[in-house]
């Protein structure tokens, strides 16, 4: 058995035993000094704890020393009533608190019980009360905040886990709490009923067992009396004052101790005004002129003291900041820094800069977070921080779109104007200044505000700065984020699934396929714009097939397959006919008879003069469909897919490739015409 859970039994267990068992009186001094050490120990642990679950078997202590103050109590009182002499502790505490005269006596302990029933103990458990209340209130929102910062890779997996076991640590808490200041009001009560009984009964047991006067009794009995309560009710204030200071507790940056004087003694006019109303109140009133004229001198000088040392201090940061600039500019390992890329950067002019500034009403620093949010739903995929910065090398209105710090795309905006595009359908033009949408490419003009109404009454869309850019940025993500998918975080997804599908993963991984080999499987879906979330699909259908191939374009086309469910439905919508373009057998022949197998996998063999003839023809089928509006889509065979993809995705970066293994039964499909040489 450990030492402190020795410790802890044998406290419980003479609290037991004292209420059962007679002690002797100098074994009672000990234990009521030890009763009040404990007390000053709990109480300074509350106070100069930093937060509440510092302390947060606070409860359970709670209980402890209620049960052991009552066993001494108990004993105390025994002693009292057989044999007059309760000891040094008690009678000491009944004489000098009281300084002799019973009258005295009874007069403080009523105050001392007074303070602790009515003011700490009814405050406390008032305060407990609706802590715990607001706390359980509180719950849902903090859990929402931490699933919210864990979705935009604000933090990670282990700190959202550590996150969300402190508030499940601090509700328990409050929620004890809220029971366990029950036990300080009881005790209270307790106390008071122990004491009037102490009094009857030792006026009693003097005058008719002990043979003692009247009034020899009473001023006996009554000091001992007091002595008993005050040894007892001491401690009790003391774990009272700990219980409403812990509720109580707001800061979890300092010591009480440094806050309460950060706090009250900070502000030098707060003691310049003071000082200067106790120096009039000792000259003109009547009140003790060298007192109050002493204290006010003595606030005026503490002033003065804190706003010398404020200005030491504000000396002190800034040369401490200057000095820690000098450094790093010096610092040999500065360079370092340097080489670090940023994944996703947004940089933009100054005049660009109020649509990022907080304080000047721009929302674009919220407009990113969603935008992480929404290809996290969207994708499956977690999107790098964004990092977003001013560049005075560019024009005011221009910004520009990096990704691992090459510009892959830029746009430029004017302030207070908006754009609006005509869908198609709109008869009457409107004057502006002629743009294009930097995201689509799209014929747009540029209008005022005082355009904007009739604009969007005559048919425009109308779109404001910020939203242009969000769309832009959108957009660029979304078309590279097969690129930012790291090893990293395919481990992270990994280790997602593992957490509730430990046997998929250990038979994944690393036993079929490495963290690298998935990694190009996801990249290749994300690269066509396949969503990754339903992971798990993903990973069964690997576990599969990677047995027999371990080639990654391969099993790429199976996981799209195993996925046909979610790609019927982002493409083909299941309430009307979809117009597609189908491709020629001949065409699918002849690029399965071109496919060379190497150990670096498969490539295309292809007659060049073969291949422009295809692409022209691609060309002139999807010209079809993008004049009928719709999107352009080629469906061919399982075997082809992959590889007419590979032919054309660098001629048509939109064209959407599907295979027949890929679609639903129940889909309705329309062929307008076929790519044919």
């Known amino acids: 058995m450990k ?60 209980l402890f020393t209620t049960v052991f103050r009552i066993s001494l109590n108990v004993s105390s009182t025994r ?263 940023d994944p996703i950067e947004l940089e933009f002019g100054y005049g660009i800069i109020p649509l990022a500034d907080v304080n000047q009403g721009g929302d674009l620093l919220d407009r990113v977070v969603l935008i992480r949010r929404q290809v996290a739903l969207e994708l499956g995929c977690v999107v790098p921080m964004i990092r977003l910065r001013d560049n005075i090398q560019l024009n005011p209105n221009q910004y520009v779109i990096k990704i691992k710090g090459i510009p892959v795309s830029e746009g430029e905006i004017l302030f207070d104007h908006y754009m609006a595009m005509n869908p198609g359908y709109v008869e009457e033009e409107i004057t502006g200044i002629p743009t294009f949408e930097p995201s689509f490419h799209l014929p747009a003009i540029w209008i005022t505000e005082s355009q904007r109404e009739r604009a969007e009454s005559l048919g425009y869309t109308v779109v404001d700065p910020p939203s242009i850019i969000a769309t832009h940025l959108t957009e660029i993500i979304r078309s590279h984020i097969h690129e930012l998918l790291t090893r990293q975080d395919v481990q992270n997804l990994i280790t997602n699934v593992q957490e509730a599908n430990s046997t998929l993963i250990s038979e994944l991984v690393p036993k079929l396929l490495g963290v690298g080999e998935i990694q190009k499987v996801l990249q290749n879906l994300l690269k066509e714009g396949i969503s990754i979330r339903d992971l798990i699909t993903i990973f069964e259908t690997l576990a599969d097939y990677a047995s027999t191939t371990r080639d990654t374009d391969v099993l790429t086309e199976y996981a799209r397959q195993s996925l046909k469910r979610a790609i019927s439905n982002k493409y083909f919508p299941a309430a009307e006919t979809t117009s597609v373009v189908t491709l020629d057998p001949k065409i699918e022949q002849e690029i399965m008879g071109s496919v060379k197998q190497t150990e670096q996998g498969a490539y295309l063999a292809l007659d060049p003069d073969k291949t422009q003839t295809i692409i022209h023809s691609v060309e002139e089928e999807i010209q079809k469909l993008e004049n009928i509006g719709k999107n352009p889509i080629v469906i061919t065979s399982p075997i082809v897919r992959m590889y007419f993809k590979k032919l054309t995705q660098d001629y048509f970066r939109d064209l959407i490739v599907i295979s027949y293994n890929e679609i639903e039964s129940n889909v309705e499909l329309q062929s307008v015409g076929m790519v044919t040489v």
């Open 79 to 341: 002693l009292i009533l057989t044999t007059g002499e309760p000891g040094n502790v008690v009678t000491t505490f009944g004489k000098f608190v009281g300084g002799g005269d019973p009258i005295v006596g009874i007069i403080v302990f009523i105050i001392l019980i007074i303070v602790q029933f009515m003011v700490i103990n009814k405050g406390s458990e008032r305060v407990a009360e609706v802590t715990a209340r607001f706390t359980l209130d509180a719950m849902p929102g903090k859990q929402m905040a931490i699933d919210a910062d864990l979705n935009t890779g604000a933090i990670t997996d282990a700190q959202a886990k550590e996150r969300r076991e402190k508030i499940q640590e601090e509700s328990s808490f409050f929620g004890s709490m809220d029971g366990a200041t029950k036990y300080v009001k009881g005790d209270a009560i307790a106390g008071l009923i122990i004491t009037v009984i102490n009094f009857a009964g030792g006026l009693i047991m003097g005058v008719l067992r002990m043979g003692i006067p009247m009034m020899e009794a009473f001023d006996k009995f009554t000091i001992l009396t007091i002595g008993d309560g005050l040894v007892s009710q001491i401690p009790s204030l003391l774990i009272s004052l700990a219980t409403g200071i812990l509720v109580t507790k707001v800061s979890k940056e300092a010591d009480f101790g440094d806050l309460l004087i950060k706090q009250l003694f900070s502000i030098p006019k707060v003691l310049y005004m003071v000082g200067g109303t106790l120096i009039f109140l000792g000259i003109v009133t009547p009140l003790s002129t060298l007192v109050f004229c002493v204290y006010g001198v003595v606030f005026i000088i503490t002033g003065r003291v804190m706003a010398g040392r404020i200005e030491v201090d504000k000396i002190e940061e800034q040369a401490s900041m200057e000095e820690s600039a000098g450094d790093e500019i010096r610092r040999p390992e500065n360079v370092v820094s340097l080489l670090q890329v």
């Open 3 to 62: 030492k402190t859970d020795l410790a802890v039994g044998s406290y419980l267990l003479a609290a037991i035993i004292f209420l059962i068992v007679p002690i002797p009186s100098i074994l009672l001094d000990i234990l009521l000094a030890l009763n009040i050490s404990i007390a000053l120990v709990v109480l300074f642990n509350a106070l100069f704890s930093k937060e509440v679950l510092n302390m947060a078997s606070f409860p359970t202590i709670l």
